[in-house]
Protein backbone atom coordinates (compact mmCIF):
# COMPACT_ATOMS: atom_id res chain seq x y z
CA UNK A 1 0.00 0.00 0.00
CA UNK A 2 1.94 3.27 -0.77
CA UNK A 3 0.18 6.61 -0.16
CA UNK A 4 1.60 10.18 -0.52
CA UNK A 5 2.92 13.08 1.47
CA UNK A 6 5.20 16.22 1.13
CA UNK A 7 8.33 17.78 2.88
CA UNK A 8 10.20 20.88 3.03
CA UNK A 9 13.75 21.46 1.53
CA UNK A 10 14.54 25.21 2.16
CA UNK A 11 12.14 26.93 -0.42
CA UNK A 12 11.49 23.83 -2.20
CA UNK A 13 9.25 21.04 -1.68
CA UNK A 14 9.24 17.30 -2.51
CA UNK A 15 6.98 14.92 -2.75
CA UNK A 16 7.43 11.56 -0.56
CA UNK A 17 5.99 8.10 -1.70
CA UNK A 18 5.20 6.51 1.48
CA UNK A 19 5.18 2.78 1.48
CA UNK A 20 3.59 0.29 4.09
CA UNK A 21 4.94 -3.69 4.19
CA UNK A 22 3.42 -5.33 6.69
CA UNK A 23 4.33 -9.02 7.87
CA UNK A 24 4.22 -11.85 10.56
CA UNK A 25 7.42 -11.29 11.73
CA UNK A 26 7.78 -9.59 15.61
CA UNK A 27 5.76 -6.78 16.23
CA UNK A 28 7.04 -3.27 15.60
CA UNK A 29 7.21 -0.21 13.49
CA UNK A 30 10.49 0.40 11.27
CA UNK A 31 10.70 3.48 9.32
CA UNK A 32 13.44 3.44 6.27
CA UNK A 33 14.49 6.00 3.29
CA UNK A 34 17.03 8.35 5.38
CA UNK A 35 14.44 9.44 8.18
CA UNK A 36 15.48 11.74 10.69
CA UNK A 37 14.94 12.26 13.93
CA UNK A 38 11.69 13.68 14.13
CA UNK A 39 10.30 11.53 11.31
CA UNK A 40 11.48 8.17 13.53
CA UNK A 41 9.51 9.50 16.52
CA UNK A 42 6.99 9.52 14.10
CA UNK A 43 6.41 5.70 15.11
CA UNK A 44 5.71 6.75 18.84
CA UNK A 45 2.88 9.56 18.08
CA UNK A 46 1.05 7.16 15.67
CA UNK A 47 0.74 4.11 18.32
CA UNK A 48 -0.47 6.68 21.02
CA UNK A 49 -2.79 8.43 17.87
CA UNK A 50 -4.14 5.17 17.17
CA UNK A 51 -4.92 4.05 20.64
CA UNK A 52 -6.67 7.62 21.36
CA UNK A 53 -8.72 7.07 18.20
CA UNK A 54 -9.93 4.02 19.36
CA UNK A 55 -8.04 2.14 15.83
CA UNK A 56 -5.91 -0.87 16.78
CA UNK A 57 -2.71 -0.95 15.40
CA UNK A 58 -1.96 -4.36 13.38
CA UNK A 59 0.23 -6.26 15.83
CA UNK A 60 2.36 -7.86 13.19
CA UNK A 61 6.04 -6.10 11.82
CA UNK A 62 5.34 -2.96 9.82
CA UNK A 63 7.79 -1.65 7.57
CA UNK A 64 7.44 1.93 6.59
CA UNK A 65 10.08 3.16 3.30
CA UNK A 66 10.13 6.73 2.22
CA UNK A 67 11.30 7.10 -1.30
CA UNK A 68 12.94 9.07 -2.92
CA UNK A 69 15.62 7.14 -0.10
CA UNK A 70 18.75 9.29 -1.02
CA UNK A 71 16.60 12.81 0.14
CA UNK A 72 17.09 13.32 4.13
CA UNK A 73 13.48 13.49 5.52
CA UNK A 74 13.25 16.24 8.14
CA UNK A 75 9.41 16.85 8.47
CA UNK A 76 6.73 15.86 11.32
CA UNK A 77 4.37 16.75 8.13
CA UNK A 78 4.64 13.07 7.18
CA UNK A 79 2.92 11.54 10.11
CA UNK A 80 -0.50 11.47 8.42
CA UNK A 81 0.89 9.94 5.12
CA UNK A 82 2.61 7.30 7.18
CA UNK A 83 -0.32 6.67 8.98
CA UNK A 84 -3.08 6.73 6.16
CA UNK A 85 -0.86 3.94 4.49
CA UNK A 86 -0.99 1.97 7.73
CA UNK A 87 -4.62 1.92 7.68
CA UNK A 88 -4.73 1.29 3.92
CA UNK A 89 -2.80 -1.19 3.97
CA UNK A 90 -4.67 -3.24 6.99
CA UNK A 91 -8.16 -2.12 5.83
CA UNK A 92 -6.97 -3.33 2.31
CA UNK A 93 -8.78 0.04 0.90
CA UNK A 94 -7.11 2.37 -1.63
CA UNK A 95 -6.11 5.42 -1.29
CA UNK A 96 -6.73 7.09 -4.47
CA UNK A 97 -4.24 9.91 -6.17
CA UNK A 98 -4.29 11.44 -2.85
CA UNK A 99 -1.93 13.18 -0.93
CA UNK A 100 -1.97 13.37 3.56
CA UNK A 101 -0.18 16.61 5.10
CA UNK A 102 -0.10 16.75 8.48
CA UNK A 103 1.75 15.97 12.17
CA UNK A 104 -0.31 13.70 14.38
CA UNK A 105 -0.65 14.31 18.20
CA UNK A 106 -0.82 11.90 21.01
CA UNK A 107 -4.49 12.29 20.95
CA UNK A 108 -4.77 11.82 17.14
CA UNK A 109 -5.87 15.52 16.06
CA UNK A 110 -3.66 16.78 12.72
CA UNK A 111 -1.84 19.75 13.85
CA UNK A 112 -0.41 22.51 11.55
CA UNK A 113 2.56 21.94 9.84
CA UNK A 114 5.12 24.24 8.16
CA UNK A 115 5.08 25.26 4.33
CA UNK A 116 1.92 23.79 3.68
CA UNK A 117 1.34 26.39 0.57
CA UNK A 118 4.28 24.93 -1.49
CA UNK A 119 3.63 21.43 -0.54
CA UNK A 120 -0.03 22.12 -2.07
CA UNK A 121 1.72 23.50 -5.09
CA UNK A 122 4.44 20.79 -5.69
CA UNK A 123 1.28 17.97 -5.08
CA UNK A 124 -0.57 20.08 -8.37
CA UNK A 125 2.37 19.98 -10.13
CA UNK A 126 3.03 16.36 -9.89
CA UNK A 127 -0.54 15.47 -11.08
CA UNK A 128 -2.25 14.87 -7.29
CA UNK A 129 -5.81 15.31 -7.30
CA UNK A 130 -6.70 15.89 -3.72
CA UNK A 131 -4.76 16.62 -0.62
CA UNK A 132 -6.09 15.77 3.05
CA UNK A 133 -4.78 18.91 5.58
CA UNK A 134 -5.85 19.73 8.99
CA UNK A 135 -8.86 21.24 9.18
CA UNK A 136 -7.13 24.39 11.19
CA UNK A 137 -5.19 24.77 8.06
CA UNK A 138 -7.81 24.48 5.13
CA UNK A 139 -8.52 28.60 5.18
CA UNK A 140 -4.81 28.82 4.10
CA UNK A 141 -4.87 25.66 1.93
CA UNK A 142 -7.84 26.94 -0.09
CA UNK A 143 -5.85 29.48 -1.55
CA UNK A 144 -4.32 27.09 -3.63
CA UNK A 145 -6.58 26.67 -6.91
CA UNK A 146 -6.83 23.80 -9.13
CA UNK A 147 -6.95 20.91 -6.25
CA UNK A 148 -9.14 19.49 -4.06
CA UNK A 149 -8.46 19.90 -0.41
CA UNK A 150 -10.10 18.36 2.10
CA UNK A 151 -9.90 18.97 5.83
CA UNK A 152 -9.63 16.53 8.33
CA UNK A 153 -9.83 17.08 11.84
CA UNK A 154 -8.56 13.95 13.61
CA UNK A 155 -7.85 10.09 12.38
CA UNK A 156 -10.98 8.97 13.37
CA UNK A 157 -12.54 11.25 11.50
CA UNK A 158 -10.22 9.86 8.17
CA UNK A 159 -10.95 6.45 8.84
CA UNK A 160 -14.60 7.33 8.42
CA UNK A 161 -14.19 8.59 5.80
CA UNK A 162 -12.30 5.98 4.40
CA UNK A 163 -15.42 3.59 4.60
CA UNK A 164 -17.18 5.85 3.20
CA UNK A 165 -18.60 9.26 5.15
CA UNK A 166 -18.42 12.02 2.97
CA UNK A 167 -16.32 14.89 3.75
CA UNK A 168 -17.55 18.80 2.52
CA UNK A 169 -14.58 20.11 0.38
CA UNK A 170 -12.80 23.59 1.35
CA UNK A 171 -13.74 26.78 -0.44
CA UNK A 172 -11.91 29.85 -0.74
CA UNK A 173 -13.12 33.13 0.87
CA UNK A 174 -13.03 36.08 -0.44
CA UNK A 175 -13.38 38.27 2.90
CA UNK A 176 -10.26 39.28 4.17
CA UNK A 177 -9.64 42.00 6.98
CA UNK A 178 -7.31 44.61 6.45
CA UNK A 179 -5.06 44.70 9.38
CA UNK A 180 -4.54 48.16 10.97
CA UNK A 181 -1.84 50.19 10.16
CA UNK A 182 0.29 52.07 13.07
CA UNK A 183 0.72 55.16 10.92
CA UNK A 184 -0.73 56.68 7.94
CA UNK A 185 0.96 59.65 5.68
CA UNK A 186 -1.62 61.85 6.70
CA UNK A 187 -0.87 61.83 10.35
CA UNK A 188 2.15 62.97 9.53
CA UNK A 189 2.72 66.93 9.75
CA UNK A 190 4.75 68.97 6.87
CA UNK A 191 7.63 66.98 5.20
CA UNK A 192 5.97 67.17 1.95
CA UNK A 193 9.11 66.67 -0.30
CA UNK A 194 9.56 63.44 2.55
CA UNK A 195 6.01 62.19 1.28
CA UNK A 196 6.53 62.79 -2.16
CA UNK A 197 9.72 60.74 -2.38
CA UNK A 198 7.74 58.28 -0.33
CA UNK A 199 4.95 57.76 -3.21
CA UNK A 200 7.64 57.97 -5.92
CA UNK A 201 9.44 54.93 -4.16
CA UNK A 202 5.83 52.87 -3.43
CA UNK A 203 4.62 53.36 -6.68
CA UNK A 204 7.54 52.11 -8.42
CA UNK A 205 9.07 49.85 -5.35
CA UNK A 206 12.19 51.74 -5.60
CA UNK A 207 15.06 51.56 -2.56
CA UNK A 208 14.92 54.91 -0.40
CA UNK A 209 16.93 56.30 2.45
CA UNK A 210 16.28 58.94 4.64
CA UNK A 211 18.64 61.01 6.68
CA UNK A 212 18.88 63.76 9.05
CA UNK A 213 18.85 64.66 12.56
CA UNK A 214 16.79 62.47 15.23
CA UNK A 215 12.99 63.65 15.46
CA UNK A 216 12.16 64.69 12.37
CA UNK A 217 9.64 61.70 11.32
CA UNK A 218 11.98 59.68 9.28
CA UNK A 219 10.76 56.52 11.16
CA UNK A 220 7.08 57.55 11.29
CA UNK A 221 8.00 58.25 7.52
CA UNK A 222 8.99 54.72 7.16
CA UNK A 223 6.47 53.20 8.96
CA UNK A 224 4.08 55.14 7.43
CA UNK A 225 4.64 53.85 4.10
CA UNK A 226 3.56 50.12 4.36
CA UNK A 227 -0.12 52.42 3.81
CA UNK A 228 1.15 52.71 0.58
CA UNK A 229 1.81 49.58 -1.07
CA UNK A 230 -1.76 47.70 -2.72
CA UNK A 231 -2.74 44.62 -1.63
CA UNK A 232 -1.23 41.26 -2.62
CA UNK A 233 -2.52 39.27 -5.61
CA UNK A 234 -3.47 35.87 -5.62
CA UNK A 235 -0.15 34.36 -6.88
CA UNK A 236 1.52 36.83 -4.85
CA UNK A 237 -0.60 36.03 -1.59
CA UNK A 238 0.86 32.35 -2.34
CA UNK A 239 4.06 32.79 -2.29
CA UNK A 240 4.24 34.98 0.52
CA UNK A 241 2.34 32.79 2.53
CA UNK A 242 4.54 30.25 1.69
CA UNK A 243 7.70 32.22 2.94
CA UNK A 244 6.15 32.98 6.32
CA UNK A 245 4.85 29.64 6.87
CA UNK A 246 8.61 28.51 6.67
CA UNK A 247 10.16 30.82 9.02
CA UNK A 248 7.73 31.92 11.65
CA UNK A 249 5.49 30.33 14.84
CA UNK A 250 2.08 31.51 12.55
CA UNK A 251 2.33 28.39 10.30
CA UNK A 252 -1.50 28.71 9.46
CA UNK A 253 -1.87 32.02 8.34
CA UNK A 254 -2.73 33.93 5.54
CA UNK A 255 -0.18 36.88 4.25
CA UNK A 256 -2.67 38.42 1.96
CA UNK A 257 -0.98 42.75 2.58
CA UNK A 258 2.25 43.86 1.38
CA UNK A 259 4.43 42.52 4.33
CA UNK A 260 6.27 45.02 6.37
CA UNK A 261 9.45 44.29 8.29
CA UNK A 262 11.70 46.03 10.44
CA UNK A 263 14.42 44.15 12.59
CA UNK A 264 16.45 45.92 15.09
CA UNK A 265 20.22 46.22 14.37
CA UNK A 266 21.40 44.05 17.22
CA UNK A 267 20.26 41.25 14.95
CA UNK A 268 22.28 38.45 13.69
CA UNK A 269 23.30 38.44 9.73
CA UNK A 270 21.50 35.09 9.63
CA UNK A 271 18.08 36.35 10.56
CA UNK A 272 18.23 39.01 8.55
CA UNK A 273 19.92 36.97 5.81
CA UNK A 274 18.34 33.66 6.56
CA UNK A 275 20.40 30.03 7.03
CA UNK A 276 20.50 28.34 10.43
CA UNK A 277 20.80 24.76 10.20
CA UNK A 278 17.22 24.05 8.53
CA UNK A 279 18.54 27.10 6.08
CA UNK A 280 15.39 29.11 6.99
CA UNK A 281 14.34 32.36 5.22
CA UNK A 282 15.72 35.62 7.34
CA UNK A 283 14.22 38.81 7.26
CA UNK A 284 15.02 40.04 3.60
CA UNK A 285 12.74 37.11 2.43
CA UNK A 286 9.77 37.63 5.21
CA UNK A 287 9.68 41.44 3.34
CA UNK A 288 9.11 39.81 -0.08
CA UNK A 289 6.73 41.93 -2.19
CA UNK A 290 6.63 44.54 0.74
CA UNK A 291 9.25 46.72 2.52
CA UNK A 292 12.38 46.45 4.69
CA UNK A 293 12.70 48.74 7.43
CA UNK A 294 16.39 49.14 8.68
CA UNK A 295 16.12 52.14 10.70
CA UNK A 296 19.55 53.50 12.02
CA UNK A 297 21.61 51.93 9.05
CA UNK A 298 24.95 52.87 10.28
CA UNK A 299 24.39 51.07 13.28
CA UNK A 300 23.98 47.21 11.52
CA UNK A 301 26.91 45.27 11.55
CA UNK A 302 29.44 45.92 8.52
CA UNK A 303 28.56 41.60 8.05
CA UNK A 304 24.48 42.18 7.07
CA UNK A 305 24.96 45.52 5.07
CA UNK A 306 27.64 44.18 3.16
CA UNK A 307 25.60 40.89 2.75
CA UNK A 308 22.59 42.60 1.31
CA UNK A 309 24.38 43.92 -1.72
CA UNK A 310 23.21 40.32 -4.19
CA UNK A 311 19.97 40.21 -2.67
CA UNK A 312 19.40 44.47 -3.52
CA UNK A 313 20.07 43.34 -6.85
CA UNK A 314 19.10 40.10 -8.02
CA UNK A 315 16.62 40.06 -5.65
CA UNK A 316 16.49 36.95 -4.26
CA UNK A 317 19.23 35.34 -1.67
CA UNK A 318 21.00 31.70 -2.22
CA UNK A 319 20.83 30.32 1.50
CA UNK A 320 23.61 27.33 1.29
CA UNK A 321 24.24 24.77 4.42
CA UNK A 322 25.81 21.31 4.50
CA UNK A 323 22.31 19.53 4.23
CA UNK A 324 21.17 21.72 1.33
CA UNK A 325 21.23 24.73 -0.87
CA UNK A 326 17.60 26.80 -1.27
CA UNK A 327 17.34 29.82 -2.97
CA UNK A 328 14.98 32.02 -1.85
CA UNK A 329 12.88 35.33 -2.86
CA UNK A 330 13.88 38.79 -1.88
CA UNK A 331 12.39 41.73 -3.73
CA UNK A 332 11.35 43.35 -1.40
CA UNK A 333 11.46 47.73 -1.25
CA UNK A 334 14.09 49.16 1.08
CA UNK A 335 13.75 51.93 3.39
CA UNK A 336 16.35 52.97 5.44
CA UNK A 337 17.11 55.86 7.81
CA UNK A 338 20.01 57.03 9.27
CA UNK A 339 21.30 60.60 11.28
CA UNK A 340 24.36 62.35 9.98
CA UNK A 341 26.87 61.50 12.98
CA UNK A 342 26.47 60.14 16.25
CA UNK A 343 24.88 62.43 17.92
CA UNK A 344 22.85 63.10 14.88
CA UNK A 345 23.11 66.91 14.91
CA UNK A 346 25.65 67.57 12.61
CA UNK A 347 24.75 69.90 9.67
CA UNK A 348 21.80 71.14 11.47
CA UNK A 349 20.82 74.49 13.85
CA UNK A 350 21.54 72.33 16.85
CA UNK A 351 25.54 72.05 18.03
CA UNK A 352 27.29 68.83 16.97
CA UNK A 353 29.15 67.03 20.01
CA UNK A 354 30.83 64.64 17.43
CA UNK A 355 34.84 65.46 16.77
CA UNK A 356 35.79 65.10 12.62
CA UNK A 357 37.10 61.58 13.05
CA UNK A 358 34.57 60.61 14.83
CA UNK A 359 31.73 62.10 11.69
CA UNK A 360 33.58 60.09 9.57
CA UNK A 361 33.86 56.91 11.13
CA UNK A 362 30.52 57.11 11.54
CA UNK A 363 29.55 57.70 7.84
CA UNK A 364 32.18 55.24 6.38
CA UNK A 365 29.63 52.59 8.15
CA UNK A 366 27.97 52.95 5.03
CA UNK A 367 29.95 52.00 1.68
CA UNK A 368 29.29 53.16 -1.49
CA UNK A 369 28.18 49.92 -3.05
CA UNK A 370 25.50 49.96 -1.07
CA UNK A 371 24.42 53.47 -1.15
CA UNK A 372 24.96 53.11 -4.87
CA UNK A 373 22.23 50.29 -4.87
CA UNK A 374 19.42 52.63 -2.50
CA UNK A 375 17.81 54.25 -5.88
CA UNK A 376 16.73 57.68 -3.86
CA UNK A 377 18.25 59.38 -1.02
CA UNK A 378 16.18 62.58 0.84
CA UNK A 379 17.55 64.64 3.50
CA UNK A 380 14.60 65.26 6.58
CA UNK A 381 14.27 68.48 8.30
CA UNK A 382 13.16 69.27 11.31
CA UNK A 383 9.79 71.13 11.43
CA UNK A 384 8.42 74.12 13.24
CA UNK A 385 7.56 72.96 16.28
CA UNK A 386 4.62 75.50 16.80
CA UNK A 387 3.49 74.31 13.52
CA UNK A 388 2.87 70.34 15.04
CA UNK A 389 -0.37 70.38 17.16
CA UNK A 390 -2.29 73.37 15.06
CA UNK A 391 -2.15 71.19 11.04
CA UNK A 392 -2.97 67.96 13.37
CA UNK A 393 -6.44 69.38 14.67
CA UNK A 394 -6.67 70.75 10.66
CA UNK A 395 -5.62 67.62 8.77
CA UNK A 396 -8.23 66.16 6.71
CA UNK A 397 -7.29 63.28 4.02
CA UNK A 398 -7.79 64.26 0.50
CA UNK A 399 -6.03 61.38 -1.09
CA UNK A 400 -6.18 58.43 -1.46
CA UNK A 401 -2.26 57.49 -1.89
CA UNK A 402 -2.93 53.85 -1.98
CA UNK A 403 -5.21 54.19 -5.00
CA UNK A 404 -2.66 56.41 -6.98
CA UNK A 405 0.17 53.72 -6.44
CA UNK A 406 -2.30 50.77 -6.96
CA UNK A 407 -3.01 52.78 -10.64
CA UNK A 408 0.93 53.03 -11.41
CA UNK A 409 1.45 49.64 -10.38
CA UNK A 410 -0.83 48.11 -12.99
CA UNK A 411 0.16 50.68 -15.96
CA UNK A 412 3.86 49.37 -15.26
CA UNK A 413 2.89 45.98 -15.73
CA UNK A 414 0.47 46.41 -18.32
CA UNK A 415 3.63 48.09 -20.65
CA UNK A 416 6.52 46.28 -19.26
CA UNK A 417 5.96 42.21 -19.36
CA UNK A 418 4.43 42.10 -16.27
CA UNK A 419 7.62 44.15 -14.50
CA UNK A 420 7.50 47.07 -12.26
CA UNK A 421 9.66 49.69 -12.95
CA UNK A 422 12.28 48.63 -10.02
CA UNK A 423 13.05 45.37 -12.19
CA UNK A 424 13.82 47.10 -15.64
CA UNK A 425 17.35 46.13 -17.34
CA UNK A 426 18.97 48.67 -19.04
CA UNK A 427 17.66 46.88 -22.04
CA UNK A 428 13.97 46.70 -21.14
CA UNK A 429 14.60 50.69 -20.32
CA UNK A 430 15.53 51.29 -23.83
CA UNK A 431 12.16 49.32 -24.78
CA UNK A 432 10.05 50.98 -22.34
CA UNK A 433 11.43 54.16 -21.19
CA UNK A 434 11.15 56.17 -23.66
CA UNK A 435 13.22 59.28 -22.87
CA UNK A 436 12.54 62.62 -25.36
CA UNK A 437 15.62 63.55 -26.75
CA UNK A 438 15.84 66.70 -24.29
CA UNK A 439 15.92 64.17 -21.32
CA UNK A 440 18.24 62.20 -22.48
CA UNK A 441 20.96 64.82 -23.17
CA UNK A 442 19.79 66.56 -19.87
CA UNK A 443 20.85 63.05 -18.25
CA UNK A 444 23.74 62.25 -20.16
CA UNK A 445 25.23 65.92 -19.36
CA UNK A 446 24.60 65.12 -15.51
CA UNK A 447 25.86 61.75 -15.51
CA UNK A 448 29.43 63.39 -16.92
CA UNK A 449 29.33 65.94 -14.37
CA UNK A 450 28.55 63.78 -11.15
CA UNK A 451 30.42 60.90 -12.30
CA UNK A 452 27.66 58.36 -11.71
CA UNK A 453 28.43 55.06 -12.13
CA UNK A 454 26.69 52.60 -14.55
CA UNK A 455 24.28 51.37 -11.53
CA UNK A 456 23.15 54.95 -11.03
CA UNK A 457 22.75 55.71 -14.27
CA UNK A 458 20.16 53.11 -14.73
CA UNK A 459 18.70 53.90 -11.30
CA UNK A 460 17.82 56.98 -12.46
CA UNK A 461 15.96 56.08 -15.49
CA UNK A 462 13.91 53.84 -13.52
CA UNK A 463 12.85 56.30 -11.05
CA UNK A 464 12.27 58.95 -13.60
CA UNK A 465 9.99 56.22 -15.28
CA UNK A 466 7.96 56.20 -12.32
CA UNK A 467 7.34 59.79 -11.65
CA UNK A 468 6.39 59.85 -15.49
CA UNK A 469 3.94 57.08 -14.49
CA UNK A 470 2.16 58.99 -11.71
CA UNK A 471 1.72 61.99 -14.06
CA UNK A 472 0.36 59.49 -16.97
CA UNK A 473 2.81 60.81 -19.34
CA UNK A 474 4.16 58.07 -21.99
CA UNK A 475 7.21 60.00 -22.35
CA UNK A 476 10.17 60.90 -19.92
CA UNK A 477 10.47 64.38 -19.69
CA UNK A 478 13.70 66.73 -18.45
CA UNK A 479 11.92 67.42 -15.63
CA UNK A 480 11.32 64.23 -14.95
CA UNK A 481 14.87 63.47 -14.84
CA UNK A 482 15.58 66.61 -13.04
CA UNK A 483 13.10 65.20 -10.39
CA UNK A 484 15.12 61.82 -10.04
CA UNK A 485 18.63 63.29 -9.87
CA UNK A 486 17.42 65.25 -6.53
CA UNK A 487 17.28 61.89 -5.14
CA UNK A 488 21.03 60.70 -5.77
CA UNK A 489 22.25 63.78 -3.78
CA UNK A 490 23.68 63.01 -0.44
CA UNK A 491 25.85 65.81 0.40
CA UNK A 492 24.76 65.35 4.41
CA UNK A 493 25.27 61.78 4.71
CA UNK A 494 28.41 61.13 2.21
Known amino acids: MKSRGAISLGYECVLIDVECH ?20 SRERIRAAFSASGL ?82 SEQAALVPGIKIYPIKNLRQFVSIIQGEEIQLVRSSSSKNAPKREYLLDDIVGQAHAKRALLVA ?41 IHSLATHESDAIIDQAPFRAPHHTASDISIIGGGSHARPGEISLAHLGILMLDELPEYSKSTLEALRQPLEDKRVTVSRARVSTTYPADFMLIATSNPCPCGFYGSDKPC ?91 DQAAHSLKFSSRAYIRIVRVARTIADLEHSEEISKNHIGEALQYRQRDSIL
Open 22 to 41: ISNNLPGITIVGLATRSVDE
Open 56 to 137: ELPRRKILINLAPADIAKDDSGLDFAIAAAIIGKDMAKGLGNSAYIGELGLDGILKPVRGLVGKLLEARSQGVDSVYVPEVM
Open 202 to 242: AAGRHNLHMYGPPGTGKTMLAKAASELLPNLSREESLVVTH
Open 353 to 443: SCSPYEIIRYQKRLSGPIMDRIDMHIQVNAIDPEKLLENVAQKQKTVDYKKIVAGAHESQRNRNSGKLNCLLSAKQLNKFGQLSTEAKHFL
